[in-house]
Structure formats: C-alpha cells, structure tokens
C-alpha cells in the first residue's frame, strides 16, 4: 500500500507563511515601542537636575509627603510633565500619519504643512488681542487656527496647474508657517510682560505645565485618538486612489472630514498645551512603516507609541544637554528632524505613498 506525499505544501500554507512573518514582525516591534515608552516615562520621572531614586519615586505616589521635597517634585512638577509628553507626543506624531495617509504626501507633517504654525498664531492672537491667560480660553482658538491653516496650505497648494503635489504643499505650508510666524512675533512686541509665560511654550516645552493643563488636552487628544482609530480602515482605501477607493466603496468625502476633525483635535490640542512641536509627525510615521507596512491601522497604533517615546526623550534628554539649565524638546526634534526631512526630499519615491 502506497501513500503518496505532496512534494510541495498547500499555497495556502506557502501564502500563510509571509503574513505571518509580517504579523510576528508587527507585534514585536510594538512590544518594543511599548518598553521603549515605560522606560522613557520612569526616566522622564526621575531624571532631572535634581535626580530621584526610584524608592522615593513610588513612595511619593502611594504615601505621599507634603514635607519632602522629591515627593513634590514628582506629583506637581514631573508628572504633569509626562502625561502631557505622552499625549502632545502621541498626538503630533498620529496627526502626521493621518495627514501623510488622506494627502498620500509623504512630506506631509502638521509643522510642515503649517497647521502648528497656524494653531500658535490664533493662540498669540487669542493672548495679545484678546487678553485671555488660561489654555480653558485659547484652546478653541488653537484649534481653529489648525482648521484654518489647513484650509490656506491646501488652497494655496491645489492653485497650480498639477494640483496639490507634495512639494507644493510643503512650500506653501513653509511660507505660511513664516507668514504667521513674523506677524505673531510683532503681536508680542506689544506687549512683552503677556508673552513672558509663553517664551518657552513658542518654542515647545512641558516645563511648568500642571495637571490641570493635562486634565483640559487629555479628552481633547483622546477624542483625537478615538477617531484617528476608527478613520484607519478606510484610510486604506484612500491610499489606493480615489478611483479604486470609489470602487472599493470608501466615502472619500466622509473620511476627509473625519482626517480634518482628527488633526484639528489632536495638533490644535497639543500645541495649545505644549506649543508648536514640529518634526514629529514626519519622522515617527515613516519609521513605523519599516515594521508596519502600508496597513494605516498598525501605522496608528505604533506611531502613537515610538512618537510619546521620542517626545519623551526629547524631554528628558533637554534636561541633561545643558543642565543645570534645559533645552526645550521643540529644539531637540527640530534637531533630529531637519536632517530626516532633506533625506525624504531627496528621495525619488516623495511623491506618494
């Protein structure tokens, strides 16, 4: 009695074995990103100008002392400042992905395209003009100058013959950024002792946020998150193209909406909080896809990992540089990204995803 033996598996077990790979590459590389992020969330608590040991760290969480000034230190200075390092992180780096996914403009970046840029200008505004103080009052205005940034660079970008390239909305958005960049800067020149507070805030930083600032962006950026998630799937779709998105049944209009109330919720919010962070959308999207592939739900989910990571570590790392005196994270990302923008602008494949 003879049995006879496939020399070759089944295709679908050849097929199963590369998805598989890819999965197996996917979970791992957010296993990473997420030890990655505990250790930069335990350092940016205990390393500083004046370091803490972890012992005192836990015990200024579960039997806290008013008397010690380490316990302080931790619950009203250094954990405000990581909560709002994981959710202006987090939310500059998913607000990147959605933007580089609707556009498929892979130099597309909320500091490139000036949505930042116009968020901190209404904040000025909002500051100068108006005379309001608290982030209560100018976070609507921070989140209306991203819609109505986003607005102009993409009129200004669509304008030409070719439509709305990558190159053309970078450029519009760098001359817009500048735009409002020189007339915020007159508005504070009016009046100096207002703009005192917001010297570090213009240039990106969480020093001297308490947790009210985080209690006021946390539903804002979650709600940003929340729908960042759920626009995933069709995002998919659009990345295709719009004739076979169309034919794949993806509402176009409906998901663009959804990526411009997404972006406003997250960049408006973060840098009401955190001022004008840039870079971080650029970077952090385009590193995932070396793990993640083009799926946009896994893009999502890991940049808001590695990018809550990188601010983070710009924070922390802005500590240590010139200590005893900081460096904002702003300049520590600017830093790191200027050089990773010229590589993409160089590259012959930025013109799509």
């Given at each position: 009695?003879s049995?006879d033996?496939?020399?070759?598996?089944?295709?679908?077990?050849?097929?199963?074995?590369?998805?598989?790979?890819?999965?197996?590459?996917k979970i791992?590389?957010?296993?990473?990103?997420?030890a990655?992020l505990?250790?930069?969330?335990?350092?940016?608590?205990?390393?500083?100008?004046r370091p803490v040991?972890?012992?005192?760290?836990?015990?200024?969480?579960?039997?806290?002392?008013?008397?010690?000034?380490?316990?302080?230190?931790?619950?009203?200075?250094?954990l405000?400042?990581?909560?709002?390092?994981?959710?202006a992180g987090?939310?500059?780096g998913v607000?990147g992905?959605?933007?580089?996914?609707?556009t498929?403009n892979?130099?597309?970046?909320?500091g490139?395209?000036?949505?930042n840029?116009?968020?901190?200008?209404?904040?000025?505004v909002?500051?100068?003009?108006?005379?309001?103080?608290?982030?209560?009052?100018?976070?609507?205005?921070?989140?209306?100058?991203?819609v109505?940034?986003t607005a102009?660079?993409?009129?200004?970008?669509?304008?030409?013959?070719d439509?709305?390239?990558?190159m053309?909305?970078?450029l519009?958005?760098v001359?817009?950024?500048a735009v409002?960049?020189?007339?915020?800067?007159?508005i504070?020149l009016?009046?100096?002792?207002?703009?005192?507070q917001m010297?570090?805030?213009?240039?990106?930083?969480?020093a001297?946020r308490?947790?009210?600032?985080?209690?006021?962006?946390?539903p804002?950026?979650g709600?940003?998150?929340?729908?960042?998630?759920?626009?995933?799937?069709?995002?998919n779709?659009?990345?295709?193209?719009?004739?076979?998105a169309?034919?794949?049944?993806?509402?176009?209009?409906?998901?663009?909406?959804?990526?411009?109330?997404?972006v406003?919720?997250?960049?408006?919010?973060?840098?009401?909080a955190?001022?004008?962070?840039?870079?971080?959308?650029?970077?952090?999207?385009?590193?995932?896809?070396?793990?993640?592939?083009?799926?946009?739900r896994?893009?999502?989910l890991?940049?808001?990992?590695?990018?809550?990571?990188?601010?983070?570590?710009?924070d922390v790392?802005?500590?240590?540089v010139?200590a005893p005196d900081?460096?904002?994270a702003?300049?520590?990302?600017?830093?790191?990204?200027?050089?990773?923008?010229?590589?993409?602008?160089r590259?012959?494949?930025?013109?799509g995803?």
């Open positions: 009695m049995i033996v496939p020399l070759n598996p089944p295709a679908t077990t050849r097929c199963d074995l590369p998805a598989r790979s890819r999965d197996r590459k791992l590389a957010l296993l990473a990103g997420g990655l505990v250790v930069a969330m335990v350092a940016s608590l205990l390393v500083g100008v040991a972890p012992d005192v760290a836990l015990q200024a969480f579960f039997d806290f002392d008013a008397t010690t000034v380490e316990h302080v230190i931790i619950r009203d200075y250094r405000p400042r990581m909560l709002l390092g994981l959710l987090s939310a500059f607000s992905a959605l933007i580089q996914a609707a498929r892979p130099l597309a970046d909320p490139l395209l000036g949505v840029a116009g968020a901190a200008f209404f904040v000025v909002a500051v100068g003009v108006l005379g309001l103080r608290t982030i209560d009052a100018y976070l609507g205005f921070a989140m209306l100058g991203a109505a940034a102009v660079v993409y009129a200004v970008g669509a304008s030409g013959r439509g709305a390239t990558p053309r909305l970078v519009a958005g001359a817009l950024s409002l960049s020189g007339i915020g800067s007159s504070t009016l009046d100096p002792q207002a703009f005192e010297r570090h805030w213009s240039i990106g930083s969480f001297g308490d947790m009210h600032v985080v209690a006021v962006v946390a804002v950026i709600a940003g998150h929340l729908l960042a998630l759920a626009l995933a799937r069709p995002l779709a659009v990345a295709l193209g719009d004739e076979l169309r034919a794949l049944g993806a509402g176009l209009g409906r998901t663009r909406i959804g990526v411009a109330i997404a406003t919720l997250l960049a408006g919010g973060a840098t009401a955190a001022g004008p962070i840039g870079f971080v959308g650029l970077m952090v999207p385009h590193a995932v896809r070396w793990f993640s592939g083009p799926d946009q896994w893009i999502v890991l940049t808001v990992v590695f990018s809550a990571s990188l601010v983070l570590a710009a790392a802005g500590r240590l010139i900081e460096l904002e702003g300049i520590l990302t600017a830093l790191i990204g200027a050089p990773v923008l010229i590589l993409l602008a590259r012959r494949k930025a013109t995803l």
